[in-house]
C-alpha cells in the first residue's frame, strides 16, 4: 500500500500531471453545477448536440488554417447553445429533434471536412482524440490552464450570484417570467456558459462522452437526494470525486483518460441507485 | 446590481474563452508532422565532454527520465510535454523503448530514426527522435547500426533542441541502443 502511495506521489511531481487534476476538477465541478440544470430542464443531451458542434467547428477552423480553433468553435458552439435553448415547444422542430439533428448533422460534416480537405496526415489519430479526450487533459499548456481556471471561477460566481434567478427559471419558466425574472436573459446566460463549459471540457473527456459528465452526477444525485440545492452540492461532489478518481486510474492504470472518469461515473450511479432504493424501502417499512 | 454584474461576467467569459490557446485538435493530435531531425551522424557538438567506454559508446551513469517505467498514458503525456515546452528537458538523459519507426527524409537515401510512444487508445502518437552516436544517418528499413523497420528497441540519450525550417524539434543527441 505504501508503494502505491508513493507511486502516485511520484506522478503527482510531473507537472502536466498537476495541470490535468487542476483543469479536471474545475471542469467537473462546474459541468455537475450546470448538469442539475440542464437535466431538469429536460436538456441532458444538449452536451453531445453542442460538442459535436464544436467538433464541426474544429474542422472548419483547420480546414481554413486557424491555429486557435476557438475562435470559430466557441462563437459557433455558444450560437448554437443559444438558439436550442431558446427553442420553445412551439417550434417546428421539438427540442430533442434539433439536438439530435444538430449533433449527427455537424459530426458528420465534421468528418466529412476533415477527409476533403486534410490538414495533416494523420486524421485518424486527430478525430480519435478529439472525439474520446484520451490524453488531452495531459497534455495542456499554462495558458490554457490560466484560462480553465479564470472561466471555471467565472462560472461558479455567475452561479452562486444567480442560484436563485436559475433555480427559477429551470423549475417553471412561465412561471418565473410572471414573477418578474427576466428568463430570456437567464437562459441566454445558461446557453452561454453551457457552451464555454462544453468547449473547454472537450479536453477531458472528448467530444463524445461530455454528455456523461454533465447527466451523470446530477442523476446519481437525484436517486439520493430531493431538493435542489442539495442535488446541486451533491452533485459536484460526486462529479470532483469521479473526476479526480477517474484520471487518478487512468495514470496508474494506464487507461484512456477519458472512459475511466465516465466508468467511474457510472459505478458512482449505480451506488447511489442502490442507497436510494434501500432508503425509499426503509421509509416505506 | 446583479444584472450589471451579469453583464459585466458574460464579455469577461467570452473574451477569456477568444483567447484560448487553440483546442488539442491541430495542436497536438498530430505531433509526427513535427518530428524531424538534423545533422548527419548522432556525434553532437558536446562530444568531448562525454565520457566513452571500452567500446567507445558514451556513458550514461543516471537516467533523468525513464519512459520505460511508464505506462502508455503517462509515456505519451510526458513525450507530448518535451514537444511543448522543451526548454525544460535541454541536456536530461532520457530513456524510451518503443518500436523503431523513421521518418521520411527528402533525401532518399536517409531518413529521421525515432521510437514510435502511443498514448493508451493507440490512437495518437509521437515520434521520440534520436541520434545514434556515431552511426550515420538510417535508412527507411532502419539496419545499418540501427533497429530494423517496427524492431523493439531500448534507445538513451541527451534530449535537445535545434531549428530546422523556421521551427524548433527535438531529438535524443549521443544516443546508445541498449541491447539486452
Known sequence: MAEFFQMIASYFEFRFVQYAFIVGILIALCSSLLGVTLVLKRFSFIGDGLSHMAFGAMAVAAVVGLTNNMIISMPVTIGAAILLLRSSQNSRIKGDAAVAMLSVGALAMGYLLMNLFPTSSNVSADVCTTLFGSVSILTLSTVEVWLCIGLSIATVIIFVLFYNKIFAVTFDENFARATGVKATLYNLLIAIITAVIIVLAMNLVGSLLISALIIFPALSAMRVFKSFKSVTISSAIISVFAAASGLLLSIVRGTPVGPTIVAVDIVVFFAFLLVGFIISRARKA | ?180
Open chain 2, 1 to 180: 446590481m446583479k444584472r450589471k454584474a451579469l453583464l459585466s461576467i458574460v464579455p469577461f467569459i467570452i473574451a477569456l474563452a477568444s483567447c484560448a490557446n487553440g483546442g488539442h485538435y491541430n495542436a497536438r493530435s498530430n505531433p509526427m508532422d513535427s518530428l524531424f531531425a538534423s545533422g548527419s551522424t548522432g556525434k553532437s557538438v558536446f562530444q568531448s565532454s562525454i565520457s566513452l567506454n571500452s567500446d567507445g559508446l558514451p556513458v550514461y551513469e543516471h537516467i533523468d527520465i525513464d519512459l520505460t517505467t511508464m505506462n502508455a498514458t503517462m509515456v505519451f503525456s510526458q513525450v507530448s510535454d518535451m514537444i511543448n515546452k522543451p526548454s525544460t528537458y535541454t541536456s536530461k538523459i532520457v530513456k524510451v523503448k518503443g518500436p523503431f519507426r523513421p521518418y521520411e527524409s527528402t533525401d532518399p537515401n536517409s531518413c529521421y530514426p525515432a521510437i514510435l510512444v502511443q498514448d493508451a487508445t493507440a490512437c495518437c502518437g509521437n515520434g521520440l527522435e534520436f541520434l545514434l552516436y556515431g552511426v550515420p544517418r538510417c535508412t527507411m528499413q532502419g539496419g545499418n547500426g540501427y533497429p530494423l523497420l517496427n524492431e523493439e528497441a531500448t534507445i538513451v540519450g541527451r534530449f535537445e533542441t535545434y531549428l530546422e525550417d523556421y521551427s524548433l524539434y527535438i531529438h535524443l543527441v549521443d544516443a546508445i541502443w541498449l541491447k539486452d
